[in-house]
């Protein structure tokens, strides 16, 4: 609007305006619909929502080198009082801009909010999403598509983070076409990289190995470097779920080396914690620890719940092999934490699991069995591989009780081709502290895993309770 310090001044000593201890200013909210009434009787609405939305729109655009630095966490604090100017200025721009005006801000935007695992970015792409619906057809640009099939890829992408996959799925799948249709290469390959998600966050790593590899081809811009680090974490973790270790070290290395080339602490953090994850998998569990909690102090810092969860989780896995029970409960207790502050679904089956897994080393398998079926109270309905794995504590706990079904149990998930490797860690290692525990144990009787999940849903248990530290 053009005010300046003189205005403010004279605002703030007519109470019309309040100035906040953090420098910014406020207003009542009656007095704000008052004035928005007012604004509108005098006909200058549309003028001053336009110069609001480019005065916003243009902080998010001289943001975008640091977004992509060391600088990030320190930008993305300054912006964060103004999310809701961003979302509204956001809102006007995709309803009257014209698309060459919006395309810039959609990228920067994604940074900004998804890929800083914010809480706020599926609402703020829910509701930008819907202010790109109300565009009327004719104030599209020619052959250029839609802005709301332009929006969609962000909206999915945001929706597929928090594991919200139907919805991903069904918000790319609508706008694909016309993409595909319009020769939009970036946000095609958006579009498949939010399936891959989706897959992935599903346990159906052997089908988003497509996706993802399709995604990654066509990310090789200087502007996409950041997402292309995100993508890459993904494809690696599909590979390393499919039992490719080499492939997935190439494609976590690779995240990380572009990460660390930025300096972006949040990419690089989540970065360090997925090749921590491949000290895992060679069970080099002393030095995947190391890893998972400087990329724990990296998202404290930041923070960043839901890296916070992600280093933690990953954290109790490697303290149960490495016998240190008690961590491994305390890691997993913060880490449910973070997970339930994000609504992070898929992280909050795995952290369940591990709280189970943490019970049974520290010999308290009544705990360990409520968490093992809250874990598979959350599995997707066709999760099978995530279904084993959430069995894993249930089965564990009968076996320390003494039912010789539990250890029949164990063998026959460790058994299953369907359990990845990698997935099976810890209930490979149930099996071995259970089999020494029975005198003479019987061969392997023919389990039903599929029937014993069910019935052990459709009986009564109690929930379990958030361990204290």
Not at 372 to 380: A, D, I, K, Q, Y
Not at 405 to 415: E, T
């Amino acid at each position: 609007t053009g005010a300046g310090a003189a205005v403010m001044a004279d605002l703030v000593a007519r109470s019309l305006v309040r100035r906040r201890v953090d420098g910014r200013y406020e207003i009542h909210e009656l007095l704000r619909q008052y004035a928005q009434a007012e604004l509108v009787a005098s006909g200058r609405e549309a003028a001053t929502r336009d110069a609001h939305a480019r005065a916003l729109c243009g902080r998010l655009l001289a943001s975008v080198g640091a977004l992509e630095s060391s600088a990030s966490v320190e930008v993305r604090a300054r912006l964060t009082p103004d999310y809701g100017n961003l979302r509204a200025a956001m809102e006007w721009a995709v309803c009257h801009w014209a698309v060459a005006e919006i395309e810039p801000l959609l990228l920067p935007a994604s940074t900004l909010w998804t890929m800083g695992v914010d809480p706020v970015a599926v609402e703020m792409w829910t509701t930008i999403a819907a202010a790109a619906r109300e565009r009327t057809s004719d104030m599209e640009d020619g052959p250029e598509p839609a802005v709301r099939h332009l929006v969609a890829p962000h909206l999915g992408f945001a929706l597929a983070i928090v594991d919200d996959n139907e919805a991903a799925d069904a918000v790319v799948e609508e706008g694909l076409p016309f993409l595909e249709a319009a020769g939009r290469a970036d946000e095609v390959a958006m579009c498949r990289m939010v399936q891959g998600i989706d897959r992935c966050n599903r346990n159906e790593n052997e089908a988003a190995l497509e996706p993802l590899t399709v995604a990654d081809a066509a990310f090789h811009g200087p502007e996409h470097r950041l997402l292309r680090g995100e993508l890459l974490t993904w494809l690696g973790w599909a590979r390393m779920l499919t039992d490719d270790a080499a492939g997935a070290r190439e494609a976590f290395e690779l995240a990380y080396d572009l990460c660390d080339g930025l300096g972006e602490p949040l990419a690089t953090a989540f970065a360090l914690s997925k090749l921590a994850l491949l000290e895992d998998f060679a069970g080099n569990y002393e030095d995947a620890l190391e890893r998972h909690l400087a990329a724990f102090a990296a998202f404290e810092a930041a923070d960043n719940a839901g890296g916070v969860g992600y280093a933690l989780s990953r954290a109790s896995f490697t303290a149960y092999c490495l016998g240190r029970h008690q961590a491994a409960l305390d890691f997993a207790q913060a880490s449910y934490e973070g997970f339930s502050e994000l609504n992070h679904h898929w992280g909050l089956i795995l952290v369940t699991a591990r709280l189970g897994f943490a019970y049974l080393g520290l010999e308290r398998p009544d705990e360990a069995e409520r968490w093992g079926l809250h874990s598979l109270e959350l599995v997707h309905a066709d999760d099978r591989a995530g279904k084993l794995h959430s069995l894993g504590p249930v089965a564990g706990a009968m076996a320390r009780r003494g039912d010789i079904l539990g250890l029949q149990m164990l063998r026959a998930i460790v058994a299953d081709e369907e359990l990845p490797q990698f997935l099976g860690t810890q209930i490979r290692n149930e099996l071995a502290v259970a089999e020494p525990r029975f005198d003479e144990p019987p061969e392997v009787d023919q389990v039903d895993l599929d029937a014993t999940i069910k019935r052990l849903l459709e009986r009564p248990h109690p929930a379990p309770a958030l361990p204290r530290a």
